[in-house]
């Protein structure tokens, strides 16, 4: 069966930095869509970012949020079946914990909208300090 496991969360202080990885299996992970998501306990979970299908070539296309645009970057690496999620100049208002999922075969839809997105890790923390 589908099976997401992220890691790579934790404390940091205000302008740091984090990487999240999401290794997958039970399933052809390159030709699927990804996702990072995030939600804190007075938030709705929202999309942070999401990449395509890279073809075969490397890359895919990718999504971010308002909020982490120029900020965050997401890639993934299908020889290892891992999506990763770098996290830079991170604020307290960054602070939730972090899951990936899985989207829809090839193309995302429109981003990372979380009812596209059907199966999901068990998430990350990231907490930011002022």
């Known amino acids: 069966q589908v099976r997401l496991v992220e890691s790579g969360g934790g404390s940091v202080e205000t302008g740091g930095s984090l990487r999240l990885s999401c290794e997958a299996s039970?399933?052809?992970?390159?030709?699927?869509?990804m996702g990072w998501f995030r939600q804190s306990p007075e938030k709705e979970r929202e999309g942070v970012a999401s990449?395509?299908?890279?073809?075969?070539?490397?890359?895919?296309?990718?999504y971010y949020a308002d909020s982490v645009k120029g900020r965050f970057s997401i890639a993934r690496d299908d020889a290892k079946n891992t999506l990763y999620l770098q996290l830079n100049s991170l604020q307290p208002e960054d602070t939730a914990m972090y899951y990936c999922?899985?989207?829809?075969?090839?193309?995302?839809?429109?981003?990372?909208?979380?009812?596209?997105?059907?199966?999901w890790g068990q998430g990350t923390q990231v907490t930011v300090s002022s």
């Open positions: 999922a899985r989207g829809p075969l090839i193309f995302c839809g429109s981003g990372a909208r979380v009812r596209d997105f059907t199966d």
């Open positions: 990449i395509t299908f890279a073809g075969g070539i490397g890359g895919g296309t990718t």
């Open positions: 039970g399933y052809d992970f390159s030709r699927y869509c």
